[in-house]
């Protein structure tokens, strides 16, 4: 990944991203003997290279924030025996993403500030993509979305308040309004009480819709109305918030295995997951640390059952610390047990793992950093059939211009 940031005077700024990475990863593709043929017993590869390109300015005086920004995207991925090769996947995708990105922000005085833009997004499939030999349909082959928004911001120190709203026109979906309004009360100094209430959309993406050996054309889009009650406050040096909220989701997007086996998306009919959560931050010597346990019901509401692939408990907690040239930070992550099936029968046991990263700044331009995810090897599985990654390393170096 190369990032390039330049202020051209004390008001305009110009950035700019490249990324780039590739991925092979083996799964077990066997199946048992069913009305759809015998049993097989086979091993595939996916094959992944993922590209992208952003590039923007920003314009920022004492009221007013504007942003505007244009990305690229593509994305080549294969799925095929590993005793085949790349060369002959049938399953294979090609996809592209132009997108471009307006932000504004003017601050009217002391109390009211105002915002709005407009984005825009263009999902290609490439002419060459195939879904096991077999060309995708016409209409799977291109579509537009283009949405406006605003909102309005009040906050007197005493009083805060928002409002806003959004228009999606989605080519292969309509079009799809949503808002979201909040309020929060500083009744004493230190502690504040907020609610929030919104509605959502959200499109399939083309990799949700067609991803080789995956994909659900037959998706619909997700729904859902969300609100939270939030307590947050600062005592004896913790910064402390409590939240509640409720999550009702209509047609929700999960993968996960359907009826034959298969890992692919689906739309869940309706799913409400109602949860409360806990944060803190405060430090102790030299050392910050930042600590969030949550505990939700994620509840399929037409079964009654339990939402697979989703825990009902989960904690993290992250130690931060620098000195001189050289930070580092620790993390632990626990999450509980959970179901693989939608019909509650399979239970997947809970996991905790442990991360470490160091960073050393070589030049007042260039850092060296290092990271360890999984530091103990720990053997657990997200979903049933599927092994998580074991110990894996990283090494990055960041140079600004």
């Not at 077999?134 to 928004?149: F, I, W």
């Not at 399979?346 to 995810?373: C, D």
């Amino acid at each position: 990944m190369l990032d390039y940031q330049q202020a051209l005077d004390s008001r305009w700024d110009l950035f700019a991203t490249a990324r780039w990475f590739r991925n092979v990863a083996q799964y077990d593709s066997s199946s048992a003997a069913s009305s759809w043929g015998p049993a097989t017993h086979q091993r595939n590869e996916t094959w992944t290279e993922n590209q992208s390109y952003l590039l923007g300015s920003r314009y920022h005086d004492e009221r007013l924030l504007s942003e505007l920004r244009g990305a690229f995207a593509k994305q080549d991925a294969y799925d095929y025996p590993d005793s085949r090769g790349l060369d002959q996947a049938d399953a294979r995708t090609y996809t592209r993403q132009y997108s471009a990105n307006w932000v504004n922000s003017f601050k009217l005085n002391e109390v009211w500030t105002l915002g709005g833009g407009a984005d825009w997004q263009r999902d290609m499939l490439d002419d060459r993509s195939r879904s096991y030999g077999s060309l995708y349909p016409a209409d799977a082959k291109e579509r537009d979305n283009t949405g406006l928004y605003a909102l309005a911001q009040f906050d007197n120190q005493g009083w805060q308040a928002e409002l806003s709203g959004r228009s999606d026109d989605n080519e292969q979906f309509g079009r799809h309004n949503t808002w979201q309004t909040g309020a929060g009360w500083r009744f004493v100094e230190d502690y504040r009480l907020s609610a929030r209430y919104g509605t959502g959309f959200r499109a399939p993406t083309f990799n949700d819709l067609y991803y080789p050996g995956s994909g659900n054309p037959d998706l619909t889009p997700e729904e859902s109305k969300s609100s939270e009650l939030m307590l947050d406050g600062q005592t004896a040096g913790l910064a402390w918030r409590v939240t509640g909220y409720r999550n009702d989701i209509t047609q929700m997007i999960q993968w996960g295995p359907n009826s034959q086996g298969m890992w692919r998306p689906q739309n869940v009919g309706k799913v409400r997951i109602d949860g409360v959560e806990l944060e803190g931050e405060f430090d102790i010597g030299w050392l910050s640390h930042r600590v969030a346990a949550e505990y939700k019901q994620p509840k399929d509401r037409n079964s009654d059952k339990q939402q697979p692939l989703i825990a009902r408990q989960g904690v993290k907690w992250v130690a931060q610390a620098q000195w001189q040239r050289l930070d580092g930070s620790v993390s632990w992550i626990y999450q509980g047990e959970r179901y693989g099936d939608a019909a509650n029968t399979v239970e997947l046991g809970g996991y905790s793992l442990w991360h470490l990263a160091v960073g050393y700044q070589l030049t007042p331009a260039l850092k060296a950093s290092g990271k360890i995810n999984n530091l103990l090897d720990k053997h657990y599985q997200t979903a049933v059939g599927y092994p998580a990654d074991e110990r894996a390393y990283y090494l990055t170096l960041d140079y600004a211009l």
